[in-house]
């Protein structure tokens, strides 16, 4: 399965946008994913993100729930 199977075109999000999605949705909904590096992550994080970093995408997309919407920063 390739990477691009995981993902649908969408409109990017303005930050209000997403502050709202994530408000408005309970976290076990939706996939929160932080394709920042470690460090980065470690210096703040939106609650709930998981990190995977952006090199280590591929070789974790099967991790994501394909069902369920998701929002990646």
């Known amino acids: 399965m390739a990477m691009t199977d995981y993902f649908k075109p969408v409109s990017s999000m303005t930050a209000e946008e997403v502050r709202k999605f994530l408000h408005d949705h309970d ?14 992550y470690e210096r703040g994080h939106i609650p709930g993100a998981n990190l995977i970093p952006l090199g280590d995408l591929e070789e974790r997309i099967q991790d994501l729930d ?8």
């Open 27 to 40: 976290p076990e909904d939706y996939n929160l994913i932080d394709v920042r590096q470690p460090g980065e």
């Open 66 to 73: 394909r069902t369920k919407p998701t929002v990646v920063y």
